[in-house]
């Protein structure tokens, strides 16, 4: 099946700095990836759609400009958090959508502090 | 608007003990199911995957069941551990809107107690 690569797994940052976490897909150009984040004791939610070359739909509630999301290529989504605060902190996790298409395809997550 | 709901939302068992772990759904149009385990501080580690057009899937001690037209799944961990302790969740995958979205389950805790 298809593998998804994460990284960073963990991160740390200051407030006010900005953070970018990476989502591969190693073994299928995926067209379409998703990003969720999970608060403490909350389930995932999906924060945006992130399609490759072209806009990223956002989930209602979700800043576009603070959670920018780049899929420049068709292996590789990014998203950035900009000027973190400690709110901010929470569990991101990305997938794809696979060759097959009704099965998504999760990374390891990236767990985000902001200090 | 999906929604996905698991019963209960934390359980504890005696090592050795069967148990049931319940989700339950709102909209019966899906394309597949899946369930998850997370351990605290961790990612997900998918454990089973039922298409829309299947019933059931087995995978060693774990059995996951689906009936879409009652909007439920189960899934069932046969002789527990305490290494089966951790938290699992159903995600529920769907078309909205031209696109593949997933909504998962609030999760159910499980501890067994050894």
């Known amino acids: 099946g298809a593998v998804v690569s994460q990284h960073p797994s963990w991160v740390i940052c200051k407030s006010g700095t900005s953070v970018k976490i990476e989502c591969r897909s190693l073994d299928f150009q995926a067209t379409t990836m998703f990003w969720y984040r999970q608060f403490p004791k909350q389930s995932l939610m999906l924060m945006a759609t992130s399609n490759e070359g072209s806009k990223a739909t956002y989930e209602q509630g979700v800043e576009k400009d603070k959670f920018l999301i780049n899929h420049a290529s068709l292996t590789l989504s990014t998203l950035t958090v900009t000027s973190a605060h400690p709110e901010d902190s929470s569990f991101y996790i990305c997938s794809e959508s696979g060759q097959a298409k009704n099965i998504q395809y999760f990374g390891a997550g990236t767990r985000l502090s902001v200090l | 608007k999906q929604e996905v709901t698991q019963i209960p939302a934390a359980l504890s068992v005696p090592e050795g003990e069967n148990l049931v772990l319940n989700c339950s759904f709102t909209?019966?149009?899906?394309?597949?199911l899946q369930w998850f385990r997370q351990d605290p501080g961790k990612g997900l580690t998918s454990l089973l995957l039922i298409q829309s057009s299947q019933r059931e899937q087995t995978s060693g001690r774990l059995n996951a069941s689906l009936d879409k037209s009652s909007g439920r799944s189960t899934l069932y961990i046969a002789a527990s551990q305490p290494g089966d302790s951790a938290t699992y969740l159903c995600?529920?995958?769907?078309?909205?809107?031209?696109?593949?979205?997933?909504?998962f389950g609030t999760g159910t805790k499980l501890q067994v107690i050894p």
């Open positions: 909209d019966s149009a899906i394309y597949n």
């Open positions: 995600a529920v995958g769907f078309h909205s809107g031209g696109y593949q979205k997933v909504t």
